[in-house]
């Protein structure tokens, strides 16, 4: 039995980058796709916001000698086409897609509203959320808790390369402390860095739990649907 109903899904740019420096690895983005069609095919409204670290983060322009605001929004660019690999990937497995973005880009994509993006879910769409949050100086992590309370999900739930959150960075310590569930007034009093601190509010101020997981294990998607818990729950 479904324990949530929609969700909203983060994926890091980074993670689809596999062991190569930068770009797509198509082996990484197949295996992400089949488990998100596995969970799709049980009834699950799925939301994806992807990052674009694998492509060009808005920090690299400063240090690159563009403003910030330039930075952003070549960041914003980036996710857009990592979206759109995820949605040839998904349309090659016949899952229905549809991709939006926060500024004008048709016909790379549609305008995002949450309106159009709820409906879509309704109609059994997966639905792609790229360009962020479509303004500069704001994560995607923060646009993943944004979309997330506007489209009502049930879920945050964070794909990592890590199975949770930690005391301390567990590839570099080895005596690293996994939390199994967190109150978001521990995870904050305790300065975790789970997500930047506009996000972690988002989610806290509306109420929506988050999920941090290893996205690269197969299965662990379809487990939290199923209300297992492979990785750390936080909560109000």
């Known amino acids: 039995m479904k324990h949530f109903n929609r969700v909203l899904l983060k994926l890091s740019g980074e993670a689809l980058m596999g062991e190569n420096s930068h770009g797509i690895d198509s082996a990484i983005l197949r295996n992400y796709c089949d488990e998100i ?6 009834g699950v409204e799925l939301g994806i916001v992807i990052g674009g670290g694998n492509i060009f983060r808005g920090m690299q322009g400063e ?12 960041g914003m660019l980036a996710t857009v086409i990592n979206g759109l690999a995820i949605r040839s990937m998904l349309e090659s497995l016949n899952v229905p897609s549809r991709l939006f973005t926060a500024f004008k880009m048709e016909p790379v994509g549609e305008g995002y509203s949450p309106a159009k993006a709820i409906e879509a879910l309704k109609n059994k769409e997966i ?3 790229t360009a962020g949050t479509g303004n500069p100086f704001f994560t995607t992590d923060s646009a993943a808790a944004l979309r997330a309370v506007e489209i009502r999900a049930d879920v945050l739930l964070k794909g990592t390369r890590v199975d949770g959150i930690y005391d301390k960075d567990p590839e570099k310590y080895k005596e690293a402390k996994k939390y199994e569930e967190l109150s978001f007034d521990e995870a904050y009093s305790q300065g975790l860095k789970i997500m930047d601190l506009t996000a972690f509010t988002l989610c806290r101020e509306n109420n929506l739990p988050l ?5 690269n294990v197969n299965g662990n998607l379809k487990k939290i649907i199923h209300g297992e818990r492979p990785g750390t729950y936080v909560h109000n």
């Open 37 to 42: 069609k596995i969970v799709h095919d049980e």
């Open 63 to 74: 240090h690159l000698g563009f403003d910030r605001v330039s930075g952003d929004q070549m």
């Open 127 to 129: 639905v792609i959320l």
């Open 211 to 215: 999920f941090v997981f290893n996205m």
